[in-house]
């Protein structure tokens, strides 16, 4: 009886040994599951966002468009026999870019030729008959009646055969091919891009303090990094009659895109200078504060230790700095370096400049 309850002894002792050993194994297993999390700070540089004086010259930031850009569509359905362009190409008005299958309605044309050509000999005939009074007033009427017909349907057949090239409206460039040989088209399917750059519009947003500085027929400067020392000269095209909730005004200028050793792409950021008298204050951040871009800019606004995304509207350009339309306010702070360590809501550790 001893030796045995020496053995049970043993044997709890044991048990107690394995389930502390698991429960310690256990503890540091599910430590190491854990996501260790440390709070980093971003270091920024910030700057006010505050109001600078301004002399007389309206500056702003625009991107240019092509004056036309059409997509071409098919006009008839069918499968494409023939393509004659390529990306890139310059093509002039009226050029056939692609052709439709036009079997059946040549066929029909014809037909309808020989229809019209036979109504045109029998009314002939029927006015000399006429004039003898060997065929009646009514008969004539209804010889004349049937020649029309035959012409409307001439002209429908002619129409639909036409309908089968697919013709350039006017010169530009070939921006898009959206189409391949033997493909099947049906009305409507887009064909090519084309896109006329001989001259350029620029559209950017005018804040409502200073759209009414302006004026259409207004002469402007363009400039662009692309080509330094060039400048461009515009007039403002279109001032829109309404403004935007945030108070801004789109204004449409165009420009000559004729300099041969300067020649301008679609596309391209340009800054805007209108002449004015007036000179004051306005709202400024550096331009070094923009994200995104300056067509949809956003900034990081500093809250106590964190930062906040947000979206702004921007005016005329300064060289370094850039006119704030709506968006953030006098006082604010905003990140002008290291954003791209931020997000929205991270935590900051604001370094002086």
Same mark, same amino acid.
């Given at each position: 009886?001893?030796?045995?309850?020496?053995?049970?002894?043993?044997?709890?002792?044991?048990?107690?040994?394995?389930?502390?050993? /698991?429960?310690?194994?256990?503890?540091?297993?599910?430590?190491?599951?854990?996501? $260790?999390?440390?709070?980093?700070?971003?270091?920024?540089?910030?700057?006010?966002?505050?109001?600078?004086?301004?002399?007389?010259?309206?500056?702003? %930031?625009?991107?240019?468009?092509?004056?036309?850009?059409?997509?071409?569509?098919?006009?008839?359905?069918?499968?494409? %026999?023939?393509?004659?362009?390529?990306?890139?190409?310059?093509?002039?008005?009226?050029?056939?870019?692609?052709? %439709?299958?036009?079997?059946?309605?040549?066929?029909?044309?014809?037909?309808?030729?020989?229809?019209?050509?036979?109504?045109?000999?029998?009314?002939? &005939?029927? $006015?000399?008959?006429?004039?003898?009074?060997?065929?009646?007033?009514?008969?004539?009427?209804?010889?004349?009646?049937?020649?029309?017909?035959?012409?409307?349907?001439?002209?429908?057949?002619?129409?639909? /055969?036409?309908?089968?090239?697919?013709?350039?409206?006017?010169?530009?460039?070939?921006?898009?091919?959206?189409?391949?040989?033997?493909?099947?088209?049906?009305?409507?399917? #887009?064909?090519?891009?084309?896109?006329?750059?001989s001259q350029l519009k620029?559209?950017? %947003?005018?804040?409502?303090?200073?759209?009414?500085?302006?004026?259409?027929?207004?002469?402007?400067?363009?400039?662009?990094?692309?080509?330094?020392?060039?400048?461009?000269?515009?007039?403002?095209?279109?001032?829109?009659?309404?403004?935007?909730?945030?108070?801004?005004?789109?204004?449409?200028?165009?420009?000559?895109?004729?300099?041969?050793?300067? #020649?301008?792409?679609?596309?391209?950021?340009?800054?805007?200078?209108?002449?004015?008298?007036?000179?004051?204050?306005?709202?400024?951040? #550096?331009?070094?504060?923009?994200?995104?871009?300056?067509?949809? #800019?956003?900034?990081y606004v500093v809250e106590?230790?964190?930062?906040?995304?947000?979206?702004?509207?921007?005016? &005329?350009?300064?060289?370094?700095?850039?006119?704030?339309?709506?968006?953030?306010?006098?006082?604010?702070?905003?990140?002008?370096?290291?954003?791209?360590?931020?997000?929205?809501?991270?935590?900051?550790?604001?370094?002086?400049?």
């Open positions: 009886m001893k030796k045995r309850a020496i053995i049970i002894l043993i044997l709890v002792i044991i048990t107690v040994v394995i389930t502390y050993t /698991l429960r310690s194994n256990k503890k540091i297993i599910d430590s190491r599951k854990e996501v $260790q999390t440390i709070d980093h700070l971003v270091a920024v540089n910030v700057a006010n966002v505050e109001w600078r004086d301004i002399d007389g010259e309206l500056q702003f %930031v625009g991107t240019t468009e092509a004056a036309k850009e059409v997509v071409v569509a098919a006009e008839a359905s069918g499968k494409i %026999v023939k393509i004659n362009f390529k990306l890139g190409d310059y093509v002039n008005a009226g050029t056939v870019l692609a052709e %439709v299958d036009a079997t059946y309605r040549q066929l029909a044309y014809e037909n309808a030729k020989l229809n019209y050509d036979k109504f045109k000999e029998d009314l002939e &005939r029927f $006015q000399n008959l006429r004039k003898g009074e060997a065929v009646t007033e009514t008969q004539l009427r209804d010889m004349r009646v049937g020649f029309e017909n035959a012409s409307i349907q001439l002209e429908q057949a002619q129409k639909q /055969l036409e309908d089968t090239r697919v013709v350039a409206p006017f010169s530009g460039y070939i921006i898009s091919r959206n189409t391949e040989l033997g493909a099947w088209v049906n009305v409507g399917t #887009p064909i090519a891009g084309i896109a006329d750059i620029v559209v950017f %947003v005018v804040s409502e303090s200073n759209v009414y500085e302006l004026s259409k027929g207004q002469q402007v400067s363009v400039t662009t990094d692309i080509y330094s020392g060039v400048v461009y000269n515009g007039v403002i095209s279109n001032i829109s009659p309404k403004g935007t909730q945030a108070h801004t005004y789109p204004v449409e200028i165009t420009i000559p895109n004729n300099n041969k050793n300067a #020649p301008l792409k679609a596309g391209t950021y340009v800054n805007v200078s209108v002449n004015n008298t007036k000179t004051g204050k306005v709202l400024m951040i #550096p331009r070094d504060a923009i994200i995104s871009s300056i067509k949809e #800019p956003s900034v106590d230790e964190n930062v906040k995304l947000v979206r702004i509207f921007l005016g &005329r350009s300064y060289d370094a700095y850039l006119e704030v339309v709506s968006g953030i306010s006098e006082g604010e702070k905003v990140v002008v370096n290291g954003q791209i360590n931020l997000t929205d809501g991270s935590r900051i550790s604001v370094v002086e400049n």
